[in-house]
Structures are given as C-alpha cells and as structure tokens.
C-alpha cells in the first residue's frame, strides 16, 4: 500500500490490514478472502453485517469484528458529514442525495429526521429508530422534541423498505399524519416522508398525500 496507494490493493488485501493477523493456520489475507466468500464477494453485503454475523465467521472475533463495523460505519460518515450544515433541500430527490450513503442496501429499516432552518438549510440528522427487515417505530414525541430543540422550522422523515416496495403502508400514512398535526401545533413542517427502496422511492410531497 505504501509502494502504490490503497487504491491498488485488492478488497482482501484491505481488509487485511484491519484485520492485522490471521490465525495459526490461516493468513490475514486468507481469512480476509474466506470473509468476503461468506458475503458474496460483496463489500457492500459484509458493511452491514451485524456483530454476531461478522463473528460467525471462523477466525473473527470480537476484537476483529469490531474493527471491521467500525472502519465501515466510519467510511459511512466521512460520505455524509461534515458539510451537511451548509446543505440545502430543495426537493424528494436531494433529500435521497444526503441519506442514500446510510440506506442504500441496509437489510433492515431505519428511520431518520432530517431537521432544517430557514431556506431549508440542513441543521442536523438524526437517526430515531433502527427495526426488522418489515417495520420500525416512530416516536411522534419525540421527533417534535428534537425539532425543538434544534429550532428546526422544518423536518423531513426519511425510512427503508428493505423488501423493496416503496409503496406507504397503512402505518406509514399514519404515522405521517399523526406527525405533521404534532410538529404543526409547534409551528414546524412536515415538508415530507420520504421512503426508499432501493433505486426506487415514494415521497408523501410529491405524491400530494398532505391532504390525507
């Protein structure tokens, strides 16, 4: 890596270096190819791998995995922030643009706000919720809670459908609803809810659900 730059390096190869050390039979690099042969050779399947998933792996234990999950959620943020204060959400589509790093490919449904100042300028998000593959909750209280105390004039929710279907269900409409009447007696907006499944999405704004 040093001779010719990360780039160069083969997934194994990187992972490697996390990992630092083999086992007595086995190579880092070995146990690194063995890892990715369990995730489909997909570096994006092992991101998400949970602990327990990434410690069924014969020669990872805690200290590797955590090693790993760490340099992953790490690449995450460094894809997400530090210049999301100076962003502005104009629509559905750049909202998906500063959440897709998160959601993209995640196997279970998350749940996040988006809280915004005046202009729609991003102030700061905030994961709420982290569920199964087919649900995950919504605290109404405490969403306006943090709206208020980030002074947001605006908040958008953001979820997954891991399945694949972006279409809203029946909690999905009311919890919206639910939602925007809280944050309104407030005086702040639901400018949307914004589901993502994969390259497809279901924004509540652009659907003309405000009414529902």
């Not at 990360?6 to 990187?14: G, P, V």
């Not at 992972?15 to 880092?28: D, E």
């Not at 649900?135 to 947001?152: F, G, Y």
Request: with cysteine; charged share 25%; glycine share 8%.
């Amino acid at each position: 890596m040093l001779a010719r730059g990360a780039s160069a390096l083969t997934d194994a190869e990187l992972l490697a270096i996390l990992l630092r050390t083999g086992s007595s039979s086995t190579s880092a690099v070995d146990l690194a190819r063995d890892l990715l042969e369990g995730a489909c050779n997909s570096m994006q399947d092992l991101s998400n791998y949970s602990f327990e998933k990434m410690m069924s792996a014969k020669g990872i234990g805690i200290a590797k995995a955590a090693t790993l999950i760490a340099a992953f959620e790490a690449g995450r943020r460094s894809m997400t922030g530090g210049s999301d204060r100076s962003r502005i959400i104009y629509n559905a589509r750049s909202a998906l643009d500063l959440m897709a790093p998160i959601l993209n490919n995640l196997r279970h449904e998350e749940c996040w706000t988006i809280f915004l100042g005046r202009g729609n300028r991003v102030i700061a998000k905030e994961k709420l919720s982290s569920g199964g593959t087919c649900s995950t909750a919504v605290d109404v209280k405490m969403i306006v809670k943090r709206a208020v105390e980030h002074l947001a004039s605006g908040i958008i929710l953001i979820h997954n459908h891991p399945g694949g279907n972006p279409a809203p269900s029946e909690a999905d409409m009311r919890q919206t609803s639910a939602l925007r009447k809280a944050a309104g007696v407030l005086d702040v907006s639901l400018l949307d809810h914004i589901i993502v499944a994969g390259d497809k999405f279901f924004s509540f704004c652009e659907e003309d659900y405000r009414r529902r």
